[in-house]
């Protein structure tokens, strides 16, 4: 088995080498760069911290299952096109009531067009988002959505109002410094008739809670001197560093989620203008070696673009020759390679792009070699350079295959056809669920004829977890509230 890993020698270099644990707040890493959190749009790394001073409607608790949040409870009507949400009494800082209207009126900026919320395009369905009472909020479907309460779960939709929230915790303001931000918990104004907004901080777990943002490699290393307690935020461009200190099993954890993990066609000319070519890519792709070459037992391959769980996909056609064996499909798939070439004359290398992160390397060996077997030539480049293809590692916010389907509509650089666009708009058209169904299984076979993308695997998130700490659970949404994490107290 290859193993491209840094050593525990260079990953000590990268940081203070000093081990010494005197008493200090949970002490928690996010690998990425320190994110504006008082930004409308914050990055990806800001999840866990947007989380943990502010919530939304619902929310997801340590195993990733819905659980109210601002909402108190909700009712579902119209065959699950009406939500109505009755808010907790809450109170904001300066002593005024938390209104149905300012949660309307976020929302409805976040998923109207033109929104740079990430998750606007799953609010498509949205018809209204009205405040029907100062404490009730509905939110009125075109067509049902199962999993609403899903997408209203994630960070990027949380209420906030001048950057202050109602989660479990608050900024300190006055104790962050550098690449680091101080988590205290939350407490209600004085004199304030506050209902709780979550479920509080444990009293087993310290007082506050020191969050670190942090590259892959320093935020290991402190976590094998035992500076830091927790690391969040892993995925594959940093688990070579995670490998490299071999920690036990019960301290590495992996999340079984689903999305998107392979490479986008972003260049859509020459040999990758046919539709039968890029699939062709796809066939010729040994990815059980892939596997074998990270090492870990979680990675699972993926040979469809759309693998989700439910049954809406239960009609998701099957890649065309994925299931026949690889010396078959890479002799196909050379010979078609040498009819193109006779026809067309040489082959530029396919340009791939993929971050500066030692993952990297293991994913372009992988794909270096494995294309080579069927003649064609393929060359690294710069993330931020020109490409032919551009690997995209994305985690599902649903379970549901409309998501998947959403990733790849024409506004996209992907490749895209007519065809798929009416396949799409006939799914928002679809007047029963059953009907809905049959129209996302027709999408998703004309998703997988367009080829716009390679699946290489599911995606993979990872978390060290020190001993000290429970109520750490890997679920399918690498969701991690902090307010469920304790520590033993002595």
Aim: aromatic letters at 6%; one cysteine or more; proline letters at 8%.
């Amino acid at each position: 088995m290859i193993r491209l890993l840094p050593t525990l020698s260079i990953l000590c270099g990268l940081i203070a080498c000093s081990g010494e644990n005197g008493e200090r707040p949970l002490a928690i890493d996010i690998i990425g760069e320190r994110p504006d959190l008082e930004s409308a749009n914050p990055t990806s790394a800001a999840g866990p911290a947007l989380e943990a001073i502010a919530q939304g409607l619902v929310a997801l608790d340590a195993e990733g299952e819905i659980e109210p949040a601002l909402a108190k409870r909700w009712t579902v009507l119209d065959d699950g096109r009406t939500y109505i949400f009755r808010l907790r009494d809450l109170t904001w800082q300066d002593g005024t009531a938390l209104t149905a209207g300012q949660v309307a009126r976020q929302l409805r900026e976040a998923s109207e067009p033109g929104s740079r919320n990430p998750l606007a395009p799953m609010l498509a369905d949205i018809e209204e988002i009205n405040a029907i009472a100062p404490e009730i909020v509905e939110i009125v479907l075109r067509r049902p959505r199962a999993d609403l309460l899903s997408v209203l779960a994630q960070p990027d939709l949380a209420i906030r109002i001048g950057g202050e929230g109602f989660g479990a915790f608050q900024l300190d303001s006055k104790q962050a410094s550098g690449d680091t931000v101080e988590l205290v918990p939350y407490r209600p104004p004085p004199d304030g008739d506050d209902e709780a907004a979550s479920a509080p901080a444990s009293p087993e777990l310290q007082a506050s809670i020191a969050l670190s943002f942090q590259t892959g490699s320093r935020a290991v290393g402190r976590f094998r001197l035992g500076q830091t307690d927790l690391v969040l935020g892993g995925d594959w461009t940093s688990l070579p560093y995670a490998q490299a200190i071999d920690p036990p099993d019960a301290q590495l954890l992996f999340d079984p989620v689903e999305g998107l993990f392979g490479l986008a066609i972003v260049e859509h000319s020459g040999f990758l203008a046919e539709a039968r070519n890029r699939i062709l890519l796809s066939q010729a792709l040994d990815r059980q070696q892939l596997v074998a070459l990270l090492g870990i037992p979680e990675a699972q391959a993926v040979s469809a673009i759309i693998d989700p769980r439910d049954d809406s996909a239960a009609h998701s056609p099957i890649p065309f020759r994925a299931s026949n064996p690889i010396g078959e499909r890479r002799r196909f798939a050379r010979s078609a390679v040498d009819r193109w070439r006779n026809s067309n004359g040489a082959m530029e290398p396919l340009r791939i792009a993929l971050p500066d992160a030692p993952g990297s390397r293991i994913i372009y060996a992988f794909l270096r070699t494995n294309w080579a077997a069927v003649g064609i030539d393929t060359e690294r480049v710069a993330w931020a350079e020109d490409a032919d293809l551009r690997l995209i590692d994305r985690v599902a916010v649903t379970d549901r295959a409309y998501w998947y389907l959403q990733e790849f509509r024409c506004e996209r650089s992907t490749p895209c056809t007519d065809d798929y666009e009416k396949a799409l708009a006939a799914i928002e058209q679809a007047t029963s669920a059953r009907v809905r169904a049959i129209r996302i299984a027709e999408a998703a076979a004309e998703l997988e004829a367009m080829g716009p993308f390679i699946p290489l695997l599911r995606p993979i998130r990872w978390s060290l977890v020190s001993s000290r700490i429970t109520g750490f659970v890997p679920n399918r949404y690498a969701s991690h509230p902090l307010a469920t994490l304790t520590v033993p107290s002595g």
